[in-house]
């Protein structure tokens, strides 16, 4: 299996809609219901919203590919907002990490991985970051084999009306 990792351009807004809605939805179906999951998925995976990440010149987004398709995405920005003590370094937080169940176990997450810390160390960042869901142990193993550690730090991150919680988790570069 050929896999190519490729930026998403603006006009692949609609195509990275769906592939967005399906792998969050396939994440997290059964953890909120299936009313907050649609609202969830269409407010923030919506091909506008999508297109206004991509035309983000600070932001970092890019496809799996697989036979001429995408197979999984990431998207990647130097963004302080979520957890402001990260203020301390430079720091580079991975938004988003998503692979179609089909391609899970094939090598295509740590593929995107390793772009995203491929590029903090090209950039000189001196810390990565990210969120992941506290119930979300499959993530949290796969990080750790990274080095991300837990950080102490939380966020409330509901879907829809569903209160969820994100730790967010941490690798130091230097």
């Known amino acids: 299996m050929h896999v190519t990792i490729k930026k998403i351009h603006p006009s692949e807004a609609e195509l990275l809609s769906v592939l967005a809605k399906q792998t969050f939805y396939d994440t997290f179906v059964g953890t909120c219901t299936e009313e907050d999951m649609d609202s969830f998925l269409e407010e923030y995976f919506n091909v506008p919203q999508l297109k206004k990440e991509l035309e983000d010149t600070d932001s970092f987004n890019y496809f799996a590919i697989v ?4 197979a999984g995405y990431i998207r990647f920005k130097e963004d302080y ?3 402001e003590y990260m203020k301390k370094w430079k720091a580079l ?3 988003r990490l998503y692979v179609s169940k089909e391609f899970h176990g094939k090598g295509i997450a740590q593929l995107l991985m390793n772009t995203y810390l491929d590029y903090a160390i090209q950039h000189k960042y001196e810390a990565v970051w ?5 119930f979300n142990f499959k993530a949290q193993k796969f990080y750790s084999k990274y080095g991300f550690e837990y950080s102490g730090f939380e966020h409330p991150f509901p879907v829809g009306n569903t209160p969820q919680t994100d730790r967010w988790y941490w690798k130091f570069l230097t």
Request: charged content about 40%.
């Open 67 to 70: 036979d001429n398709r995408p």
């Open 81 to 83: 907002d979520s957890l």
């Open 93 to 95: 937080e991975l938004k």
């Open 130 to 134: 990210l969120g992941v869901w506290e």
